[in-house]
């Protein structure tokens, strides 16, 4: 069972990483492509809230969830695989 649970925690960790990075990428895209390049400084400038409203913009405005579901949804679901992978690996 140690072993499922360090399975699923290197899992997690590594989701967190890519969705983190992609859900980046894709947030400061909709700043830049929302309010041209001062606007994308602005959002390098102030990153945590670029990267928690941009998705929700992109839903609201443009229509479009995929976002939303890569930001919030990576995140969600890297955490349910790094909090089973710890209680199944309590070291």
Do not use: E
Request: a neutral charge.
């Amino acid at each position: 069972m140690r072993m499922i649970g360090k399975i699923f925690s290197g899992l997690g960790v590594l989701s967190y990483i890519v969705f983190g990075l992609w859900g980046t990428l894709i947030s400061l895209s909709i700043v830049h492509d929302a309010t041209n390049f001062w606007g994308f400084v602005a959002a390098c400038v102030f990153f945590p809230v670029a990267f928690a409203v941009a998705p929700l913009y992109a839903l609201f405005h443009w229509g479009t969830w995929f976002p939303l579901a890569i930001t919030y949804g990576g995140m969600i679901g890297s955490g349910i695989l790094r909090t089973v992978g710890d209680s199944l690996n309590p070291d």
